[in-house]
């Protein structure tokens, strides 16, 4: 069985600071992961993923995540916030398996961007 | 425009009472799922389906029930609602295949019951 962890709950951080958003998971074979972020009173959409090759991965609204697979990391960063990057944010893996399409949540992590 | 679908947004209804949530994706897309989202849990999958007539269990399937008559439709039905299954749900579709793979989540349905 696979799950996650997002380590904090809540980040506050001042406007056009840079923030890194951790997340650990937990899985006995390869996996896929992938970073949502949900605005207030919407569903989620997805940031980035990765899959395979490079370990940085790029995604939109100048995100960018580092798979670490020694440390069984995925974590999030962003240079530099804007006020609009207020949001949650989940983390979530799934097995590489063919087959396999069962995707697990974190529990998400507050991102409170401060004037 | 390629969405999700779920209906309705709001839903107040009373213990026992049968009830279903709708979504539909006009995406053509192979897989569906469904989560209920609760404070300080995140998202949980409930079941998801990766073709017609293909459904399979996630985390919390327990008093829930799903069908995939059609591709596009993907109804989650409560057939005795408990006050335990207060919560948020989304729907979601995905095209099958890794290089393809996001996740469109619907608008959420708030399900509240007495």
């Known amino acids: 069985a696979q799950s996650v962890t997002q380590l904090d709950s809540q980040v506050p951080v001042f406007e056009e600071a840079p923030v890194e958003l951790r997340c650990n998971y937990s899985s006995s074979v390869s996996v896929y992961l992938f970073w949502y972020v949900q605005y207030p009173n919407q569903g989620l959409q997805l940031l980035l993923k990765?899959?395979?090759?490079?370990?940085l991965v790029k995604g939109i609204n100048g995100f960018e995540a580092e798979f670490n697979k020694s440390q069984t990391s995925f974590h999030l960063r962003k240079p530099s916030v804007h006020i609009s990057d207020t949001a949650e944010y989940f983390c979530a893996v799934r097995n590489s398996g063919a087959g396999s399409y069962q995707l697990t949540f974190g529990k998400g992590t507050k991102l409170s961007v401060i004037p | 425009e390629a969405q999700v679908t779920q209906n309705p947004r709001y839903l107040i209804t009373v213990t026992g009472k049968k009830l279903t949530v709708t979504c539909s994706q006009n995406m053509n897309h192979e897989y569906m799922s469904w989560y209920r989202q609760d404070p300080g849990l995140g998202l949980r999958q409930i079941y998801y389906s990766m073709n017609v007539e293909v459904t399979d269990k996630g985390d919390v399937p327990e008093g829930y029930k799903v069908s995939r008559k059609e591709k596009r439709n993907f109804p989650l039905i409560l057939e005795s609602p408990s006050p335990n299954q207060t919560s948020l749900y989304f729907c979601?579709?995905?095209?099958?295949?890794?290089?393809?793979?996001?996740?469109?989540f619907g608008s959420g349905t708030q399900l509240s019951v007495l």
């Open positions: 979601a579709s995905s095209p099958l295949g890794t290089a393809s793979e996001k996740l469109f």
């Open positions: 990765y899959l395979s090759g490079s370990t």
